[in-house]
């Protein structure tokens, strides 16, 4: 088997490539591991190299070393390949896809575990043609989080300030606009402040909008949470960065399904694992795609035993 290192030198607070590539040979030499390292030259590079590796048909494992926006290039250039698995070797700033791994998210730090680790299937959510492996949003916490993007240009502003410096410009704005949804049929309209689909259960940091999501059950977790006041938004976002959205029916609806479908009143910006696409029609479906992600032996992204898979109230269809 191959196993292709894709390194994001602007992933993180500073290009630790070559501190990785030695890293690569000190640990899988010794091993006799045959492992290649690439280092990206632009964005969408790593969708590139992953496909291209996919493609010649040989088994190979596919590290992201980077973010959740590498992962996800990655996850874009590798599935639908059988040939082909994908995993993080982590060395972004969030990493929000592995929190769902709980305690064992520590041990993708550790490139044995993933060299020697196994395979799972996992779903996919097609958002108007990329896929998405963690969590797609449109939103204010899609212009709060992909507006940061604009401040961190400035000197002197670090990723703190830069979140702080978004909040309050959206915090200004406004919080709801206008959506049209569709939930596999079912139509909502009105002012939403954000609307979410998961097919895993972090992002943003460590925000948990749904303590459900498995990525590998083939269904989706969708939250429509309703336009809210300044006076409302610090209560809403403690409960929904907690994984507690379900404690405030009144304000958020959550449905499990496979697709929904957001017109927006012009043209928005949507996060897709943390990555930007601005569009005023969003189509989120789970994909006929899956890729193989590896995971260490015994790891789970099974919720902790304790949550339930239903949401209470919801219609069996
Ligand atoms: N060579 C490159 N030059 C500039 N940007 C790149 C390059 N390679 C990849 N990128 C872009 O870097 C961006 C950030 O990557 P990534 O999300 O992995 O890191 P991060 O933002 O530090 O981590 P996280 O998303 O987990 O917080 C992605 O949008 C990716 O497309």
Redesign the pocket.
Known sequence: MKHLFVL?????QYDRSQEMIARLADTLDPLGVAWEAR????????VELARAAAETGESVRIY?C??????N?VVNGAAGYPNAAVTQYPC?????FLRLFGQDRGRFYDLKELVYGDQAAADLMDCNGRLSLNICSVGFDARIGLGMAQFRRYPMVSGPMAYQLSLVKNLIAGIARPYEVEVDGETFAGDFSLLCACNGRYYG?GFHPSPRAVPDDGVLEFLLVKGVSRLTVARLVKLYAAGRAEEIPELVILRRGRSMKVRCDRLSMVNVD??RLDTDELSIALSAKKVNFVIPRGASWAPASGVKNEISGEKKR
């Open positions: 994001n030198p602007s992933a993180g280092v990206t030259d632009y964005p969408g590079h790593a992201a980077g973010g959740d926006g590498t992962l290039e972004g700033s969030g990493n929000d940091g943390g990555e």
